[in-house]
């Protein structure tokens, strides 16, 4: 049948190792041919979804780390800023000063995607200039005190999918399966080193590789994978969404996706 040319392999194990040789590029646009996805849509929801992210994470998150560094200075805490502390640090804080530091606890996810709190903080900055994460750089990330990005510091990839993935824990249910409150991250997004249970999820967001980062659908035991690449995690969550709008009614679990929800399928019309 038609599907291998589609999908990168017929047997979907061979699809979950951290390999990005698997890669195929006719096999990545016959499976937009095979969806209905022009380029041309592909460039347009890209273009949205950069802008979405800028807006909505990035923007919003700048704004709410200095409204709690300037709450902190008035309460007399100014050397335990978010970016001067670990996550660790400033997660004490948010229990010893409740009242004050309420939303330290909701940002901290976005938070730990790395223990250099510098970097990451002035990098969230950075993304969040401008209106559609023009400085964006899918396998590194920017200069840290005058120095080129070294491996030890997070990809922007990597900071922007462990931000999409708080975004959406934080707007679904808490599932009584999933104390911590990670319902997407633990439900529908799978990282490498970890195996994916294809019979216990019907669908998933896949990262199969850390350095350079490559994502992929899962969607039963089928690999939906576009280019590699500097647009590949963009792509990857464009299809995510094509997926929910097609295949789940715009839900994602019990959430909306559409305009009476979280209002994000407008990044794929």
């Known amino acids: 049948n038609g599907r291998d040319y589609f999908f990168l392999s017929s047997g979907i194990n061979a699809e979950y190792g951290g390999d990005t040789s698997y890669y195929n590029q006719q096999a990545a646009d016959l499976l937009l041919e095979r969806l209905g996805i022009s380029s041309h849509s592909l460039d347009t929801w890209t273009e949205n979804l950069r802008k979405w992210l800028a807006q909505t994470i990035f923007q919003h998150l700048q704004q709410e780390i200095t409204t709690i560094n300037s709450t902190l200075e008035q309460v007399g805490s100014a050397e335990c800023k ?9 997660s004490k804080i948010s ?11 909701l940002l901290l996810p976005y938070l730990e995607v790395s223990v250099n709190q510098e970097y990451l903080v002035k990098r969230i900055q950075e993304l969040a200039s401008g209106s559609c994460l023009g400085c964006f750089r899918w ?9 080129p990005w070294n491996k030890e510091l997070p990809t922007d990839s990597q900071i ?5 993935a708080t975004y959406l824990d934080s707007h679904l249910p808490r599932n009584p399966m ?16 970890s195996k994916v249970d294809n019979k216990k999820r019907e669908y998933a967001f896949y990262q199969s590789s850390i350095h350079p980062p490559h994502f992929k659908l899962l969607v039963g035991d089928e690999v939906w994978e576009v280019s590699k690449g500097r647009n590949n995690l963009f792509h990857s969550l464009l299809l995510f969404l094509y997926y929910l709008r097609e295949h789940q009614h715009g839900m994602l679990g019990p959430v909306n996706l559409g305009p009476t929800g979280l209002n994000m399928l407008w990044i794929i019309s």
Do not use: C, D, W
């Open 160 to 164: 922007v999918v462990q931000s999409i």
């Open 178 to 193: 999933f104390p911590e409150g990670r319902t997407f991250t633990t439900q529908y997004f799978v990282q490498t080193p």
């Open 82 to 90: 978010i970016g001067s502390v670990s996550t660790a640090v400033l």
């Open 95 to 105: 229990s010893n000063k409740h009242e004050h530091m309420a939303n330290i606890a």
């Open 139 to 147: 396998e590194s990330g920017g200069k840290h005190k005058n120095s």
